[in-house]
């Protein structure tokens, strides 16, 4: 089969975890720069699903396409090569490093990619500071906020201009107000960089953010539609 126009696309894509089969035969057709939410009741599939696209969890049968190439046949070195140069991945609890001060956490995809620190540091100060938290950039995560955890997470996802961004949660574990405010700002970065955005999310508010709905159940995409 050739590749679509999608950047990021699954076929068929199953994954199962012993009996449970968490994934079942998805497809799904990510374009660039595009925004998707991902919506379903807890333990349909959501996470795994955006895991599998991710390269991190490796599907049972079907495919998976990014950037015209076969991410699910790739070794687990060459997925996780791909993922860190042309990803982004936000979790629920922002998932920095918490012995690294903010900027330190935002300097690392850079880093993997082999900017020198000096540049790397510059990059990263300017994400903190489109994301509004530069001030708080050399402190380490006990010593800030959830909201301003997030933020950072938002801009180590995004400081290396990834053509995707996958997002499980981002803003699961944040007051109302902070939450859209961090989505506000993701949504907004992600557009000026170009890069397209997965959203899996409970919250309706968030989904009303991004411009598709994907709605999983049972390890089956339900519905698709335009918002
Ligand atoms: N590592 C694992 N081992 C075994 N079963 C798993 C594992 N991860 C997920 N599952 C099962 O696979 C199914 C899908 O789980 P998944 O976490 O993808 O759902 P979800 O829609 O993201 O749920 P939630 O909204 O609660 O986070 C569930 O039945 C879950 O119990």
């Known amino acids: 089969m050739t590749p679509g126009p999608a950047i990021l696309e699954s076929r068929a894509l199953t994954v199962r975890y012993g009996d449970t089969l968490a994934v079942d035969a998805v497809e799904l057709a990510i374009m660039p720069g595009s925004r998707t939410a991902i919506m379903g009741p807890s333990g349909s599939g959501k996470s795994t699903l955006v895991h599998a696209l991710a390269g991190v969890v490796r599907p049972d049968s079907g495919e998976v396409w990014f950037e015209d190439e076969r991410l699910d046949l790739l070794s687990e070195g060459e997925r996780s090569r791909r993922r860190l140069a042309r990803m982004g991945m936000v979790f629920q609890f922002g998932d920095l490093v918490p012995e690294l001060t903010l900027v330190e956490n935002v300097m690392l995809p850079l880093q993997v990619l082999g900017e020198k620190s000096r540049h790397a540091r510059a990059r990263a100060l300017e994400m903190l500071d489109t994301l509004g938290v530069a001030d708080l950039a050399d402190r380490r995560t006990g010593a800030v906020s959830g909201g301003q955890i997030q933020r ?31 989505l506000d700002t993701l949504v907004a970065v992600a557009g000026a960089t170009g890069a397209a955005l997965v959203v899996v999310t409970h919250d309706h508010v968030v989904a009303s953010h991004l411009d598709n709905l994907v709605v999983v159940r049972d390890g089956r995409v339900a519905e698709g539609a335009v918002a």
């Open 152 to 182: 950072a997470a938002v801009a180590r996802a995004l400081v290396h201009r990834p053509a995707v961004v996958l997002a499980d949660e981002p803003t699961g574990a944040l007051d109302s107000l902070t939450a859209e405010r961090v």
